[in-house]
């Protein structure tokens, strides 16, 4: 029999499970086979007094570069991120370069991340080929190779009768489909949010209309075909009003809320900094209340970090023609803790719920709790922990990273996969 492994005097938190209580956790062959009371003698035992015990957290949005740019982050150096940042589930987008577009760039990133062994990968794959909007990729072959789900991330499919279509393949493979809404014709060549700032900057403008545009009209597309959508990386007031209203309609949409959208403004740019460049760019403190309001009445399913490397010299560029992106995976949680938990937005079982349960529903596997028989993804938090961030100790590749001195709160102390103790602080 393989190893057993205690984690004692936690307060185990697993939203799935309905549990929130001070108990003990009992793994053995890489399963949970115990959650309460553990009367138990086993060799390795964990004292969690003092410490959260949660399901294993999932982000259902990094970008790992690999293959292509294996210079910002590689899916080793991405996955040791992962570990250390807690996340025991990862799903990585396709817009790499080449693009992941066939079943074998899927098993390519499997092969990859199973020769890592630090956290599970997934990956999905290419709407279009290319990401050029016109052709579909091969949707149901990779579907087969265990992509988990669909999008052209980075870009949006700009053309309604090719979304169309792929919304009706995706049903046929009982797949989802995931959007990065931008209407490119309104965005132009926008930096960043359109407004005040962008003005006195004299930047050009990404106008909210150019997401809630898209948005709309995917919506439209739903309706009519009652396929599983997924809203990536939702930024504006407007958004979050068409969430509202689909979701009233009883529509199969889901969406998802990034740190930098729930702790930063456009104001930051103001000194033309490439580490506040983002796609969807960070929008109005108005919008930001809206996306924290939305979280608050239980619209928002997932927070996902959109983990976004860049190689330090593309970061020096001007702002113009730097690339977008953050990279903030290993302070994800923190940053949660900041926008969410410290100011009485949610509780801990309501942050834990969309960063376990509602991710792993959303791309449809068997994670995000501590239910007896299931596969042992443990994350192990000290709520209490302070700190300031260093992104000179990030174990990611890449620098870019806006938060850098930042006080915060909160640590992962332990990220357990498998069964098997994958990172220790």
């Known amino acids: 029999m393989d190893s057993e492994l205690l984690i004692k005097n936690g307060r185990v938190i697993d939203p799935a499970g309905g549990i929130d209580k001070k108990c003990d956790v009992l793994i053995a062959d890489e399963k949970i086979v115990e959650v309460g009371s553990v009367k138990k003698t086993v060799q390795t035992v964990i004292d969690a007094e003092g410490k959260l015990v949660t399901p294993g957290l999932i982000d259902i949005h990094v970008h790992f570069r690999e293959p292509g740019d294996e210079e910002e982050e590689t899916i080793a150096s991405g996955s040791t991120a992962a570990v250390a940042a807690g996340f025991t589930s990862v799903v990585c987008m396709p817009n790499t370069n080449p693009v992941i577009e066939n079943e074998t760039d899927i098993e390519y990133i499997h092969r990859k991340a199973r020769q890592t062994r630090k956290t599970h990968v997934y990956t999905m794959g290419a709407i279009t080929k290319g990401l050029q909007g016109v052709e579909l990729a091969e949707m149901g072959f990779m579907a087969e190779a265990g992509a988990v789900g669909f999008t052209d991330d980075g870009r949006g499919v700009q053309d309604p009768a090719v979304m169309l279509r792929a919304l009706k393949y995706a049903g046929m493979f009982d797949v989802f489909i995931a959007q990065h809404c931008q209407d490119d014709v309104i965005?132009?060549?926008?930096?960043?949010?359109?407004?005040?700032?962008?003005?006195?900057?004299?930047?050009?403008?990404?106008?909210?209309?150019?997401?809630?545009?898209?948005?709309?009209?995917?919506?439209?597309?739903?309706?009519?075909?009652?396929?599983?959508?997924?809203?990536?990386?939702?930024?504006?007031?407007?958004?979050?009003?068409?969430?509202?209203?689909?979701?009233?309609?009883?529509?199969?949409?889901?969406?998802?809320?990034?740190?930098?959208?729930?702790?930063?403004?456009?104001?930051?740019?103001?000194?033309?900094?490439?580490?506040?460049?983002?796609?969807?760019?960070?929008?109005?403190?108005?919008?930001?209340?809206?996306?924290?309001?939305?979280?608050?009445?239980?619209?928002?399913?997932?927070?996902?970090?959109?983990?976004?490397?860049?190689?330090?010299?593309?970061?020096?560029?001007?702002?113009?023609?730097?690339?977008?992106?953050?990279?903030?995976?290993?302070?994800?949680?923190?940053?949660?803790?900041?926008?969410?938990?410290?100011?009485?937005?949610?509780?801990?079982?309501?942050?834990?719920?969309?960063?376990?349960?509602?991710?792993?529903?959303?791309?449809?596997?068997?994670?995000?709790?501590?239910?007896?028989?299931?596969?042992?993804?443990?994350?192990?938090?000290?709520?209490?922990?302070?700190?300031?961030?260093?992104?000179?100790?990030?174990?990611?590749?890449?620098?870019?990273?806006?938060?850098?001195?930042?006080?915060?709160?909160?640590?992962?102390?332990?990220?357990?996969?498998?069964?098997?103790?994958?990172?220790?602080?």
């Open 187 to 425: 965005a132009g060549k926008g930096v960043m949010n359109s407004g005040y700032y962008s003005t006195i900057l004299g930047l050009p403008g990404i106008d909210p209309l150019a997401e809630e545009a898209m948005l709309w009209r995917d919506i439209q597309l739903i309706k009519k075909t009652s396929v599983r959508y997924h809203a990536q990386h939702i930024s504006t007031a407007g958004s979050v009003e068409l969430i509202r209203a689909a979701k009233k309609d009883s529509l199969p949409i889901t969406c998802e809320v990034t740190p930098h959208h729930l702790l930063l403004t456009e104001e930051c740019c103001a000194e033309y900094d490439t580490n506040y460049k983002v796609n969807p760019p960070l929008r109005s403190a108005k919008d930001v209340e809206a996306l924290k309001q939305a979280i608050a009445d239980g619209l928002i399913d997932a927070l996902a970090t959109d983990h976004a490397p860049h190689l330090q010299s593309e970061r020096e560029l001007e702002f113009l023609t730097a690339p977008f992106g953050i990279a903030s995976l290993e302070c994800a949680l923190a940053l949660y803790i900041k926008a969410l938990i410290e100011p009485g937005i949610l509780g801990w079982p309501g942050l834990i719920r969309l960063m376990t349960e509602n991710p792993a529903r959303i791309i449809g596997v068997d994670k995000g709790t501590l239910g007896k028989g299931k596969q042992a993804d443990v994350t192990i938090i000290d709520p209490d922990a302070e700190y300031e961030i260093d992104v000179n100790t990030f174990r990611s590749k890449s620098r870019n990273c806006p938060y850098h001195g930042w006080a915060v709160k909160g640590k992962v102390e332990k990220t357990i996969v498998g069964g098997e103790i994958r990172f220790e602080a």
